[in-house]
């Protein structure tokens, strides 16, 4: 579902991406791990439509995304792709339970409905009790797992995470890890996942590993 070909990225002398061939299967969670500078958030921006190669194709469900014009591609993220970064992007004015909310309201989902959605969600990664604070009122690891109910709400084709829990504990990394594979297989959805926790083996698939721009296995 996902496929990349030969990508290739510099920025001015760095070689980012070195010839990357990588095939995701619908479903399928893949850990990407390797040391800093390896390439890891450059694959995953390239995969997801947010950066363009310098050379070689991606395809998303037998489209090539890398071709699409910029406006194509924001609605494919927006209809088919769920982010978590490292940092909780979650808009800090907004409640927790209207940040779950937002990206069903932005495909027009009614409110009531949205409101139904984000708070089964909520309710099942224990988030319920603390919905209507804002991020900025809960621990790092409560807006972290409001993160993922985020990101998986619209049932996105694919979710991609960027150290989604650089910046937890290991026990609150390990339940936001639970949440996104839990609910990802639950929905069906695939997941890219780059992360430094070895522990996140035990939830994917498989794992990739990265080295100086390069797949090295
Ligand atoms: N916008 C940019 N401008 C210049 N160089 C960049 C830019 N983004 C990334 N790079 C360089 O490209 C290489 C790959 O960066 P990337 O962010 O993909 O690494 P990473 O594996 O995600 O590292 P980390 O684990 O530290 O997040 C690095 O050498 C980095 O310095
Ligand atoms: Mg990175």
Do not use: C
């Amino acid at each position: 579902m996902l496929q990349a070909k030969n990508l290739n990225l510099r920025f001015g002398r760095t070689v980012a991406l070195d010839r990357v061939d990588i095939e995701i299967e619908a479903g399928e969670i893949v850990a990407v791990m390797g040391p800093s500078g390896s390439g890891k958030s450059t694959l995953l921006h390239l995969l997801a439509g947010i950066l363009r190669p310098d050379q070689g194709e991606i395809y998303f469900d037998g489209r090539q995304v890398h071709s699409l014009p910029d406006a194509t591609r924001s609605r494919l993220r927006l209809t088919s792709f769920g982010f978590v970064l490292q940092f909780g992007d979650l808009v800090p004015e907004l409640t927790l339970r209207e940040n779950v909310e937002l990206p069903l309201r932005l495909l027009n989902v009614r409110r009531s409905e949205a409101r139904r959605q984000a708070a089964s969600l909520l309710r099942q990664l224990d988030a319920l009790e603390f919905a209507d604070r804002r991020p900025g009122q809960v621990s790092g690891g409560q807006a972290q797992r409001v993160a993922v109910a985020r990101a998986l709400v619209h049932r996105p084709a694919v979710v991609f995470a960027d150290e989604p829990t650089g910046a937890l504990d290991s026990v609150n990394g390990e339940l936001v890890l639970d949440a996104l594979t839990g609910l990802a297989r639950q929905q069906g959805s695939t997941v890219v996942v780059v992360t430094h926790e070895a522990r996140v083996a035990a939830y994917a698939d498989r794992t990739v590993l990265m080295r100086d721009g390069r797949l090295v296995g």
